[in-house]
């Protein structure tokens, strides 16, 4: 197993894509917070004390029996899906920013896995999480998330632990990239160099929103105020690890604040009271072709894909069709020609087409999705009790807006 943590905003999903380039490793598709949010409270109701404890809210196991169960469900979950991803590889790489503050819960349950832990100049992370509609509300809070996953992953008491910077990384991704298959053991041939190059070039992540920006960026976004909150929270950090300001990016462009906010912000400060960062000065969330933003929009749509092929897997059309919006276009395309519906119409034609395919009762082997900011199309392999392989490919349109949410329109190819 191969973790890769660091602070939100470090640039962990651009590394992991390239990572991802080795034949060997196969990367969980999702931020699973698998242990952050499910083996750490599971975990926290046992005790290791006494048996006959009548403590509410525990139960006793001894600890190294728990540890040992606790490795054969993950080995389980990352295994399964693993062997459907890429059973050729023999690393399983999971990428979950926030297990920066478990690793040593992570190290407990695998003590032979690896730790990558990326390292990004923290003013460039705490501008990209104020930029987010999902991030923190003052630089203050920004900071503090910085600083305390960066401590928290260094502090772990890790058995192999690497760290990676992400500035040095950026600068000569072929030479990082490198290294860090050396760390793992892994070979790394020209062909596999190219494709970590192309990777390299592409930075944006699966939701399209605010990419990793240039180096140094930071400089010209923050007002000198919001550089002096952050110094006050993390800037010992930020120096301790070799962040400094950098004079070839020149003066800094801080925004004037009008000459009544200052006086305002002053007197408050003097009474023990800070100003909020304005959630409406962060940069505005890229927009798709509906006027929505991308990143909350793609969320909704992986999501109601999920959903919706969860219910088909299991046979239930009920759930199903209660992923469609009430006017929901239909379309079905099989080898009977063309069948089109709105509405109950279309989720009637729906329902009935995949009755006769019954997926539910063919055993799935392969499972691929495709998103954009206003589509995505899953691609499901089945095979029969003959061992015949069929395909079914559903392209599936969302919309959430004031209005509510679900899919609107669903074209199915392949279904009898």
Known sequence: MIF????????????????????????????????????????????????????????YMDRARLVEATRRFCDEVFGELAALLDPKASRILERTPWHAKHLDLIARIYPDARILHIIRDGRTVTRSLLAQPWGPATMDEAAAEWASTVEAARSAQVPHYLEVRYEKLRADPIEGIGQVFAWLDLPFDMTLRSQVSEEAAVPQNMTFADAPEDIGVWWSHLSAEEQEDFDGVAGSLLRSLGYTHDPANGTPRHRRRAPGTQRVRAVLQQFGFRLRRSRWSAAPPRRDLLGEPVGLRMEGLVRAMDEFISALQGGDYRRLAATLSEKARVNMVGP???????????????????????????????????????????????????????DLVFVLEFREDGAGSGITAVTVYGAR
């Open 4 to 59: 890769l943590v660091g602070a939100r905003r470090s640039g962990t999903n651009w590394f992991q894509r390239m990572l991802n380039c080795h034949p060997h490793i196969v990367s969980i598709p999702s931020e699973t917070y698998l242990f952050s949010h499910g083996i750490e409270p599971l975990t926290a109701l046992f005790q290791h004390g006494v048996p006959t404890s009548p403590a509410t809210g525990t139960i």
């Open 336 to 390: 009977g020609g063309r069948q089109s519906g709105r509405g109950p119409v279309g989720t009637g034609l729906l329902i009935d087409a995949l009755r006769k395919s019954e997926p539910s009762r063919l055993s799935p082997i392969s499972a691929n999705a495709h998103y954009s900011p206003l589509a995505c199309t899953a691609v499901l392999g089945y095979r029969d009790a003959a061992g015949r392989e069929t």
